[in-house]
């Protein structure tokens, strides 16, 4: 059959093999690292929040060891949490030309320890009477979920092919706003786990776009 056939098939691509834009000095191995050790972070969260609540049920000697276990659990995932932010802003950088990430992810890197310090600082004090260090923990707690937000809503101007970054900006912006309020901060746990599983998604997904290394 001739090429300027009209009833034959058209002699196209079907698929695009080409991939996403080129990535200088990332590669598809270190993105599923990050994405794995985003997963690793949100199920450790969750062990935290499940082992909070299980001291209630213990009594006070074994609740005692078992905050100090949770306490440096909690440090480890907040350095976590923090090297994968700037992971994260490095690689929206570099794919999506995301420049104006940078302010919200420094200012909630930069309170995020602040609140972790001030929790080992005055752990056991905090939220016994309204004093100084509890309102100061408060205030901290509400500018973590205030940067929170503002992230998720500089998230949603950017230009992205992954739906799981638009679920990450809303999760952010919803788990934000309730975190400021202070009083739903215990429920923001939800949202903010689920942007932490986003997170896992965007990063698996920009290594799907890139070719494997072979040794």
Do not use: H
Request: net charge neutral.
């Amino acid at each position: 059959m001739q090429s300027d056939n009209p009833y034959s098939a058209p002699q196209v691509e079907l698929l695009d093999r080409r991939g996403g834009p080129p990535l200088p000095g990332w590669s598809a191995r270190q993105l599923r690292v990050l994405g794995w050790l985003a997963l690793v972070a949100v199920l450790a969260n969750a062990l935290v929040v499940g082992l909070t609540l299980a001291g209630a049920w213990l009594d006070e000697r074994e609740a005692q060891r078992l905050q100090s276990y949770i306490g440096w659990l909690s440090l480890m995932l907040v350095l976590l949490g923090c090297y994968l932010l700037l992971r994260f802003k490095a690689f929206a950088e570099a794919r999506f030309a995301a420049r104006q990430l940078a302010a919200p992810i420094w200012s909630l890197l930069l309170v995020t320890v602040s609140l972790e310090l001030a929790d080992r600082a005055f752990g056991e004090q905090l939220f016994t009477a309204l004093d100084w260090p509890t309102l100061g923990y408060m205030l901290l707690l509400a500018l973590t979920g205030a940067c929170t937000a503002w992230l998720g809503i500089r998230l949603l101007k950017v230009a992205c092919p992954y739906p799981a970054l638009r679920v990450m900006a809303w999760l952010d912006i919803v788990g934000g706003v309730m975190l400021a309020s202070v009083i739903l901060a215990l429920l923001a746990v939800l949202p903010l786990l689920g942007a932490g599983v986003a997170l896992m998604r965007v990063f698996f997904s920009a290594a799907d776009e890139l070719p494997e290394q072979v040794d």
